[in-house]
């Protein structure tokens, strides 16, 4: 009895040894850094559609990756304005312009985008049991925020697919549940 116990104890050790040395695909992206949130001037946050701006003090993660890219990468579909005047505020970052939200067009995570990479290539969003193809136009920053930058707005999460309302309307979502939803995607 002793003798298994101490084999069980040995294995359990050595398992737990080897899972340190072999990260999973879920622990391939960790937090980069962090920022603190800072209170930002009066008007300088552009509050709008769902965006929150930085909250005081609070300690936000950033990330230079994201989850790997499979043939269903697991995302969450956000919603934003790729127009002049529209809530997405500059032009697109990779080709410096706006794009009409009646195009399918999204922005991805900064480790999805990866510098560039996935400019104007097309990517396949599934959800609501439909698919769409959306053209890469700009990055959602997760590596900083909370500054005049960005807005006074934290972070985006590093798995996010932020999408113009074509995208929405594309995949059969109705106007009432836009705003954030589970979707998979892959490149097109």
Not at 48 to 61: A, E, M, Q, T
Not at 117 to 142: L, T, W
Request: glycine share 8%; net charge neutral.
């Amino acid at each position: 009895m002793k003798n298994s116990v101490l084999q069980t104890s040995f294995y359990l050790l050595l398992i737990l040894i080897i899972s340190n040395f072999f990260p999973t695909n879920a622990e391939t992206c960790r937090p980069s850094g962090h920022i603190i949130g800072r209170k930002p001037p009066p008007g300088q946050c552009m509050e709008n559609s769902d965006s929150l701006c930085c909250i005081p003090h609070k300690l936000y993660s950033t990330y230079k990756c994201s989850p790997p890219v499979s043939a269903n990468t697991n995302a969450t579909l956000t919603i934003n304005s790729f127009q002049k005047g529209g809530d997405g505020g500059d032009p697109s970052k990779c080709d410096n312009q706006y794009h009409s939200d009646d195009s399918p067009v999204v922005a991805l995570s900064t480790g999805w985008y990866k510098n560039g990479e996935r400019c104007r290539n097309f990517i396949k969003i599934h959800a609501n049991g439909r698919s769409i193809k959306a053209m890469v136009v700009d990055e959602c920053d997760s590596s900083m925020g909370c500054d005049k930058d960005h807005e006074y707005l934290p972070p985006c999460q590093n798995n996010l697919v932020v999408a113009s309302k074509a995208v929405w309307e594309g995949l059969g979502i109705p106007v009432t549940k836009w705003g954030e939803t589970p979707i998979t995607w892959t490149d097109a």
